[in-house]
């Protein structure tokens, strides 16, 4: 049991330090989603970052406005720089254009 208690200190003081000498990285994408020559609207965008040993951290997430533009802002506390990218889902009407 005495082990147990220590192993626990010791990775809250571990995580401590790291939290003490992460640095902030912010960033900002903005961007017009499209289909063909139509403008996508109402699409989900998600920013996200990637970590190496745990599960990706989700950033921030909007929405494309009725002209299909966006723009996302998020921010990061890492030990060393941090790995951006953008979730965008949606099928573009299966790549048919309704005209």
Known sequence: MLHAILFVLS????????????????????GQLGCGDRALKNVIVELREHDSLSPDDSLNKTTS???????????????????????????????????
């Open 11 to 30: 990775l809250a003081g571990c995580l401590s330090i790291l939290t003490a000498i992460c640095t902030v990285s912010h960033v900002t994408v903005t």
């Open 65 to 99: 406005n009725n002209k299909g533009y966006f723009s996302i802002y998020g921010e990061e506390c890492e030990v060393g720089s941090i790995e951006p990218y953008l979730r965008i889902t949606h099928n573009c009407e299966d790549g048919i254009l309704s005209q």
